[in-house]
Each structure stands twice: as C-alpha cells, then as structure tokens.
C-alpha cells in the first residue's frame, strides 16, 4: 500500500481549503515572469485538464486566474482573454458541444455554469443554477449524451443534472459531500468520489452505494472512451478499475498527488494535473500503465 507523508497530506488540505474559497484576489501582481526553464509557466493553481475531441494534440488547462492551451506537448500558453477561477473544467465529448467551467470571476462571487466554444479564449455563463450561483468544484459530461451534465456545488447545497445542456436543472440525492464525479461511457452508472471512498448509483441518483476506498478522500475520477476509470485516491494514489468499479488495480507512484485526469483514449495517453511533493503545480503526460511521464508544465522556479 502506498502511503502518502504527513508533509503531502499537509499540503493537501491547504490545497483544499484553497479550491473551496469563495473570495479569490487576482492581483496582476501575483504573476511573475517565467524563467528560462522551458517547462515553468505562470499559473498558481491547476483546476482541470482536457483533451480536444476533434484534435488530440491540443490539451486544455484551467487554473486559478487564466485558461491555457499545450499543443503537441509544448509549454503552455494563456489564452483565456478574462481573468477567472476555472473550476470543474471539463472538456467535450465530441466536436459540437462547448467546453464547461464554473468557479469565480475576478470581481468576486460565483460564476455558475459558464461555457467557451472558441477553445477557452471567452467564456459565456448559461445557468447560475441557484440564487447565488453555484460553484461546482466536481462536474462530469455524458459522453453519449453531450446535453447531460452532472454539477455538485462546493458549498454543498446539492447535486444537480441537466439533460438539456443548462437549461433545466434536477437536485439529486448525493450519499455526501462530492470531490470527484464521473458517468459510465452508457450513462448506466454514476460514480462520486467523496472524503469516504467512492460511491455508485445504478438509478440516475435516487439511491447510492458505498464501492471501494472506505475513509479515504478521493481527489479526481473520469471514465475513459472504453469505460476505464480513472481515479486519485489519498494513500493509493493513482488507480483504475476495468469493470465499473468491481474490481481496482493500483498503479505505481508518481511524484504528484493527482486532482485532475483526462485521457487522449484513441492513443492510450494519461493526462493527470495536480501537486508534487514540493507543492508545485503540475501537468504531465503518461501511457496507462504509468510507466514513465512527460512534464508538460510546473511553476516551479516562479
């Protein structure tokens, strides 16, 4: 069993309390310019990661403060032309469907769900779901559907689902507070990662059941094109589960704790962002066995 140390686990909970802050400062002054390491970009914290559908090579990252773009591998660069809090990022499933986000604009509040079809570089907001808006800090897409989605909001006044991209919203059930979501390539389960372990719901929410990682935070989750699931669990850190969550099989340790996944399915390539060991924010790219990883960006050194 791996096991993360007490400097990690310290981290993480400022990591934490960090992301579920409703006031946020975007003082230019906390940007720095980046060194000459060619792997050092600006960024402060890293909210979510995505893959273009209809170009693998572009690779979409939202952070605290601004949206960027890695294409082929190359240092990330900003294109977000408004500064904001970027939570719950997820990319689309396909070519006709916008990219999503929530979290905070620089004038304070919430944003609700806010939606970018020009690849991050301006964003618009569709729904703010509740008076006051919501913050989803854990958002996942259908990946049949490109109308579902699935949206906790982080001051934990419930789960929500829209089947017509916004629109409308339903409050589920939810077992407790969520970290992570993720919808089975089918939309046949739902999955939530939570301070206790991950759960599943076979009935679009109604009713919940503990799976796996009792007592442990999990950080991330996300189905991959083939059903394979992803996920970040404090102690085991990255595993997977090729049945729906049945079964979990352990993969080795990188140093970084893992709170954000995405894939490029077709070309079996892992995207995971998170924090190392320093409390750096990083990016990086790995094949699924996890057998040896690429640095796409770190603000190490600002």
């Known amino acids: ?5 007490p400097k990690k686990l310290l981290i ?3 990591i934490v309390i960090i992301g579920i802050a409703i006031a946020f400062s975007f003082n230019s002054n906390d ?6 390491d060619t792997r050092t970009v600006e960024w402060r914290h890293v909210h979510g990661i995505g893959v273009d559908p209809t170009d693998s090579s572009i690779l979409y990252i939202a952070t605290h403060g601004d949206f960027y773009q890695s294409k082929n591998g190359a240092l990330p660069v900003k294109v977000g032309k408004v500064r904001a809090d970027y939570m719950a990022f997820n990319a689309p499933h396909n070519k006709d469907s916008p990219l999503y986000a929530s979290g905070h ?7 609700g769900l806010i939606k970018s079809t020009d690849g991050g570089v301006t964003w618009q907001q569709i729904a703010k779901v509740l008076d006051p808006a919501v913050d989803f800090h854990a958002m996942t897409l259908s990946k049949s559907d490109p109308n579902l989605i699935l949206g906790f909001d982080s001051g934990g006044r419930g789960l929500f689902k829209t089947n017509d991209a916004g629109k409308t919203w339903n409050n589920l059930e939810y077992p407790e507070y ?5 919808i089975s390539p089918d939309d046949s389960q ?3 990662g ?5 759960y599943n719901s076979n009935d679009a929410g109604k009713t919940w059941n503990h799976i796996a990682y009792k007592g442990l935070t999990v950080l991330a989750m996300n189905f991959d094109d083939e059903g394979i699931l992803f996920a970040s669990v404090d102690t085991f850190g990255l595993v997977r589960s090729d049945d729906l969550g049945a079964t979990w099989k352990d993969l080795p340790d990188i140093d970084l704790t893992v709170t954000n996944i995405a894939f490029d399915s077709p070309n079996k390539i892992l995207y995971v962002g998170g924090f190392s060991s320093g409390g750096f924010q990083e990016v990086y790219k790995l094949p699924y066995d996890v057998t040896s990883y690429e640095l796409i960006g770190t603000n190490k050194g600002l």
């Open 105 to 111: 604009p620089s004038s304070g509040g919430n944003t």
């Open 194 to 198: 939570t301070g206790n372990g991950i």
């Open 1 to 5: 069993m791996k096991r993360k140390s």
């Open 178 to 182: 969520i970290s992570a979501l993720a």
């Open 31 to 36: 940007h720095k310019p980046t060194t000459t």
């Open 190 to 192: 739902i999955f939530a």
């Open 12 to 14: 993480l909970i400022g």
